[in-house]
Antibody, heavy 122, light 109 residues
């Protein structure tokens, strides 16, 4: 079964650092892009960026460039999203998703993790 | 404000049909395939439609997708209470970013 398993909920204080993870299984992890998606409370989905684990090629949404770091360790089939200094406005659910390729050669987010809740509060 | 525009909500009685529009531009929908995602309350999104109109295995044919120009449409027929969810369209943009619509809440009356 193809699945993405995300790390557990986090409660942090403003200024703290944080790294959350997304472990893939049931498929060849290095060969598929992994996306990170933010969902703030009561709001819609926001694409943060993607990483190709095979060579760690990374692309960021302009909205998140410089705010977070996306990385991956293909040896353990895991992608990461990290913050160096959290803010209250980072409180959200964070999903990872696999970018599968259809028969037409186009990408779509075909497998999703269950999400990691990040709460930042003093 | 999302790059792709969806109505905030749609509703219909059980058994009826709803359609959800997703409006973009030539920099996104006009030159790329669209996918749709269903997010049931308290759960992660799930791929519902890809390549404008194709359904992944296990998705009932009550769900359909289409695209014309810079707009896409998701249709749900034979509406069921279990279809109550938020629905999002998504596609690539020429800025090399993935873009989502703002989401549409489907309510079964």
């Amino acid at each position: 079964e193809v699945q993405l398993v995300q790390s557990g909920a986090e409660v942090k204080k403003p200024g703290d650092s944080l790294k959350i993870s997304c472990e893939g299984s049931g498929y060849i992890f290095p060969g598929y892009w992994i996306a990170w998606v933010r969902q703030m409370p009561g709001k819609g989905l926001e694409w943060m960026g993607i990483i190709y684990p095979r060579d760690s090629d990374t692309r960021y949404s302009p909205s998140f460039q410089g705010q977070v770091t996306i990385s991956a360790d293909k040896s353990i089939s895991t992608a990461y999203l990290q913050w160096s200094s959290l803010r209250a406005s980072d409180t959200a659910m964070y999903y990872c998703a696999r970018l599968g390729t259809s028969e037409s050669g186009y990408y779509n987010m075909d497998v999703w993790g269950k999400g990691t809740t990040v709460t930042v509060s003093s | 404000q999302s790059v792709l525009t969806q109505p905030p909500s749609v509703s219909a009685a059980p058994g009826q049909k709803v359609t959800i529009s997703c409006s973009g531009s030539n920099s996104n929908i006009g030159n790329n395939y669209v996918s749709w995602y269903q997010q049931l309350p308290g759960t992660a999104p799930k791929l519902l439609i890809y390549d404008n109109h194709k359904r992944p295995s296990g998705i009932p044919d009550r769900f359909s997708g289409s695209k014309s120009g810079t707009s896409a449409t998701l249709g749900i027929t034979g509406l069921q209470t279990g279809d109550e969810a938020d629905y999002y369209c998504g596609t690539w943009d020429s800025s090399l970013s993935w873009v989502f619509g703002g989401g549409t809440k489907v309510t079964v009356l």
